[in-house]
């Protein structure tokens, strides 16, 4: 059932700022008619989006203005920080188990003892399932009319087009994918259409996840006709926790979204949600449903609306300062000096650093800058063509080609595309300078 012909999103506006406590400082206000001022927003495309579709152009204009709905002002529900159940996350210590298949349905990834999402064909192959395997065996996703009588915790884009709404999670027929399958990192693809005719979008959803608990979001609405496709509203990275337990819902700032439940067993899971593009309008159409909001806008022939974010559904019990801190290691990321690679890009859909080493097989090192911690860090070296290497953080090996999996890290060489893909496990604390701060990968 679709929203209905010339709805228009009830939009809560407030300002927010992340301060060096990471407190939740907000101060709402209401905009009645949900328009934007007017700002040109980004194309929310990166470096390696290439990968997912060959698509050239990625222009858009869009229409935004202040940050989006929290459902509450205030953390005082959340655990304080002498109580941050905020461990050093080591990404090896268990792996990714995939079950299901495109074929049979559900996909389910987990990270064992720690959590579950499923991904179903009901729903176009999107994000089904969460459950906290740690404190509850309870679906903690809803589906967006807030009656949980089916399951979506995220839902890509509701996309309106000529006063008519077109919903991802109702798109048929939808499609499957799943790359990067390994105990380290799976990826799952979903690929749908919305609109009709000459104004149909064609969507890739992947999310890219990890043990850790961090799951990368990489939205894409393509298209792939000759003339423009005019908007009349985006909705995107609708989120929607079960409504059957309690949350309290609080922004970080106008681009993260932070979700944790104040019922059940301690620790309670964590759902924080952070927005790539920095846009920050946005609304609510339920107690538990929000989205990011873009109005008036269009995607020229050739082009993409193409959106970037993280959702952290691991470890749970974080305070008000161990999930702002986890929102300014994405929202700051940073290499320093670099050696033996010529770019580093950090891929905000897949939560990854790309390092291209045009030589395959000579050392490389990099500095991680340190004004924000840095949690369960990925890196992809580009062009790596050697099936040997060892992987060192101040001179000490953490995983190597004879020891892929250890304590501290997990790593593989993808041999068909000359990928070596290496994840820490550990955190590096804000402030770490040297050899605390310095990676090495050699052959």
Request: hydrophobic share 40%; glycine share 12%.
């Amino acid at each position: 059932m679709g929203k209905r012909r010339g709805h228009h999103p009830f939009v809560m506006a407030y300002s927010c700022g992340l301060f060096a406590a990471s407190a939740f400082a907000c101060s709402l206000f209401l905009d009645t008619n949900g328009l934007g001022d007017g700002a040109v927003g980004p194309d929310g495309a990166q470096p390696n989006d290439a990968s997912l579709t060959d698509v050239v152009g990625d222009t858009l204009t869009s229409d935004t203005s202040s940050p989006p709905p929290d459902g509450s002002t205030t953390d005082a529900h959340l655990p304080d920080a002498a109580s941050d159940a905020s461990p050093d996350v080591v990404a090896s210590a268990v792996d990714l188990v995939v079950t299901g298949s495109p074929a049979a349905s559900p996909i389910s990834v987990e990270a064992t003892g720690r959590f579950r999402l499923s991904f179903g064909s009901e729903s176009a192959w999107l994000l089904t399932e969460w459950v906290d395997i740690g404190t509850t065996s309870a679906n903690l996703s809803c589906r967006y009319d807030g009656g949980c009588s089916a399951n979506l915790l995220l839902e890509p884009f509701q996309i309106q087009i000529g006063g008519v709404f077109y919903l991802s999670r109702e798109a048929s027929p939808s499609s499957a994918q799943i790359i990067d399958q390994t105990p380290a990192r799976v990826q799952v693809i979903s690929k749908f259409d919305l609109g009709t005719g000459a104004q149909k979008l064609n969507v890739t959803a992947a999310h890219t996840i990890y043990p850790s608990g961090r799951v990368g979001l990489k939205y894409q609405a393509n298209n792939s006709n000759a003339a423009a496709v005019p908007i009349d509203n985006v909705e995107y990275m609708h989120s929607t926790p079960a409504t059957n337990v309690n949350w309290a819902i609080s922004a970080i700032s106008g681009s993260t979204e932070a979700y944790s439940r104040v019922d059940g067993p301690p620790p309670g899971p964590n759902a924080l949600l952070m927005n790539g593009s920095g846009e920050t309008n946005g609304g609510s159409d339920f107690s538990t449903d929000h989205f990011w909001l873009v109005q008036n806008t269009s995607v020229a022939a050739g082009a993409m609306f193409a959106r970037n974010g993280e959702l952290m559904v691991w470890p749970g019990g974080l305070s008000a300062q161990g999930l702002g801190d986890r929102a300014a290691d994405y929202f700051d990321q940073g290499i320093g000096a670099l050696t033996g690679a010529t770019a580093a890009n950090f891929d905000d859909g897949e939560l990854a650093w790309y390092l291209t080493t045009p030589a395959g097989t000579s050392p490389v090192s990099w500095v991680m800058k340190t004004a924000a911690s840095r949690f369960a860090s990925v890196f992809v070296l580009d062009g790596w063509n050697s099936a040997t290497w060892t992987f060192m953080l101040g001179g000490t090996t953490v995983a190597s080609n004879t020891s892929p999996k250890t304590a501290l890290a997990y790593g593989f060489h993808d041999g068909s595309n000359n990928q070596l893909v290496l994840v820490y496990g550990g955190t590096i604390p804000a402030g770490a300078a040297g050899a605390a701060a310095t990676f090495t990968v050699t052959p």
